[in-house]
């Protein structure tokens, strides 16, 4: 064997041992982006975004640009996504199109002209209040039942629940991380309610027994 051909073949296998466990120029491995599309009932367009899956589990994780519209074809929501969290220039339009807000997001989190404004479902608000996570806990009515609805700091919902005939007209974070809420019940009595901290209504007569 020739020093040249020796020379090669060591090349050769430094090489391969430099790029063993490597899938990109960086070390990192490419993720592979697919498209996820959901539709209105006509069979436009409601939602599309760019995502990989989860190597584990196989949930999709957003990743790359995102569109949202309204029935009517306007664009509600567009920006991108990086590792699933909001990344970069986010623009909401309303229905016709106008723009209602434009935000930057690093990480997730917004960093520059982080004003907004959120609708729900129907019902109506009586009392907010900022909670210990940096978000809000909101409560009143919603067709006719007491009305507990909690959301982030950004104000997207993360849960609401429905605590029997009546209305909510104030609500407090309590000590434990649940809320008391006082409203009017159907006669139009006063009432005062304790939740869990995700809403649920302790039952304080099972708590009275276990003792």
Not at 5 to 25: A, E, F, N, R, Y
Request: contains cysteine; glycine residues 14%.
């Amino acid at each position: 064997m020739t020093k040249m051909t020796k020379l090669l073949l060591i090349l050769m296998v430094v090489g391969l041992w430099s790029g063993c466990g490597k899938d990109s120029p960086t070390g990192e491995e490419e993720k592979e982006l697919l498209t996820w599309t959901t539709t209105y009932d006509d069979g436009k367009v409601k939602e599309e975004y760019q995502y990989y899956q989860h190597p584990d589990n196989g949930k999709r994780i957003k990743e790359g640009w995102y569109n949202s519209y309204y029935e009517s074809g306007e664009v509600e929501w567009e920006g991108n996504y990086k590792n699933g969290n909001k990344d970069g220039k986010w623009i909401s339009n309303d229905e016709t199109g106008n723009l209602i807000d434009e935000d930057t997001y690093r990480e997730g989190l917004c960093v520059e002209s982080c004003e907004w404004r959120k609708t729900f479902e129907e019902g109506g608000g009586r009392s907010v209040q900022q909670t210990v996570d940096g978000g809000f806990i909101v409560s009143g009515w919603d067709g006719g039942e007491v009305l507990l609805l909690k959301t982030d700091g950004q104000g997207n919902e993360q849960w609401r629940n429905t605590l029997g005939e009546g209305g909510g007209s104030s609500v407090q974070q309590t000590v434990d991380g649940g809320f008391i809420v006082s409203g009017w019940d159907r006669d139009y009595d006063l009432f005062l309610l304790k939740t869990y901290e995700l809403g649920y209504i302790e039952d304080l007569d099972s708590e009275a027994t276990d003792d």
